[in-house]
């Protein structure tokens, strides 16, 4: 079993409730990881994502290796028949190999590199181990996708359930580096999965994710129109998709705002982190009681856990 993307989850519904079981008491399965190894291979920085998975692994028994490759590891080439004669020191055929030899789960993290979008949605790293690594393997945040973290915003929404039918909006705001579209593609792929609230994306026009995962969902290019009677803000910047990578806007309008927030049903205020406070979000916001951002931090250690209980319960069959 792998865990590479909102796909994965088969009832968003039943792995939210399963995930808050876990919260209460997440120690309960403490003996299922005993003399499993993680192993947690980064080629970009981490924070949440690497605290939570590898406490999450704890909370199960687990051991963990944590690798950062870009300062510790050899260089991979992950292109088959290729003459090697260049800067790359090691196919993933061996490493992928390797590293299943020493541990009983794979976790990855590597980023888009936003300048060949053919490049970043073929997925190279997370495609190469899935095809060469003999052991299961879980996507920490990929080129296109960060289903962990999404799975976080659906257990976080599920704690603060409106008892009407919620209107989630999710936000493009502006940012000073270019940023990809991995954590609104996954938030978009979740959200598809609610099956009791409302959805709609907001950005300016020329924004647009990829509209094979967008699909039909809504898309507003009016940001306080899209606010009005919201319960969920989610904001969150990403690089142009059709200019792949590129800023082509940095309007400071589009930032969150306490005015912007009294245009909703008294909204909570959600982002993944890191966050550029007064770029993306005004300090008044993101420090007020609707703020959720640390909670979704928190429950980043669920969603890695249940990921993790299951991959280690389906090995068990």
């Known amino acids: 079993m792998n865990f590479i993307s ?57 051991n963990v290796i944590v690798m950062n490759f870009n300062s510790e590891g ?7 028949g290729v003459v090697m004669d260049q800067g790359s020191s090691e196919h993933i055929k061996e490493a992928a190999a390797v590293v299943s030899q020493y541990c009983d789960i794979i976790a990855i993290r590597a980023f888009a590199g936003l300048v060949d979008k053919e490049k970043d949605n073929a ?9 060469y690594a003999s052991v299961p393997v879980v996507n920490m945040e990929s080129a296109t996708g960060h289903p962990m973290q999404s799975l976080a915003d659906a257990i976080t929404m599920a704690e603060h359930k409106t008892k009407h039918r ?38 300016p026009e020329g924004y647009e ?12 290019y009016d940001q306080n129109k899209a606010f009005e009677n919201a319960d969920f803000i989610y904001a969150k910047n990403w690089s142009n998709y059709k200019e792949y990578g ?42 007020s009681e ?12 669920y969603s890695a856990q249940l990921v993790l209980q299951k991959i280690l319960e389906n090995g068990k069959k």
């Open 74 to 80: 050899w260089t991979l080439e992950f292109q088959d």
């Open 123 to 131: 997925e190279t790293v997370i495609s190469g181990f899935l095809k």
């Open 166 to 203: 919620a209107k989630v909006v999710l936000t493009w705001a502006p940012h000073p580096r270019a940023l990809p579209q991995a954590v609104p593609n996954s938030f978009v792929e979740m959200m598809q999965k609610q099956e009791n609230m409302d959805f709609v994306i907001t950005h």
């Open 6 to 62: 909102i796909q994965n989850i088969d009832s968003l519904d039943k792995w939210v409730k399963q995930a808050l079981k876990i919260k209460k008491n997440p120690l309960k399965n403490k003996k299922l990881g005993k003399n499993k190894t993680l192993g947690m291979l980064f080629f970009n920085s981490s924070l949440r994502t690497r605290l939570s998975t590898q406490k999450a692994a704890m909370n199960l028994g687990m």
């Open 209 to 220: 994710l990829n509209p094979e995962i967008t699909k039909d969902s809504k898309i507003e």
């Open 246 to 287: 590129k800023i082509t806007n940095s309007d400071p309008n589009w930032t969150i705002t306490a005015e912007k927030m009294a245009l909703t049903n008294n909204a909570k205020f959600m982002h993944c982190l890191p966050v550029r406070r007064n770029v993306i979000v005004t300090d008044e916001v993101i420090d």
């Open 290 to 301: 609707n703020s959720v951002v640390i909670e979704q931090a928190n429950n980043r250690t």
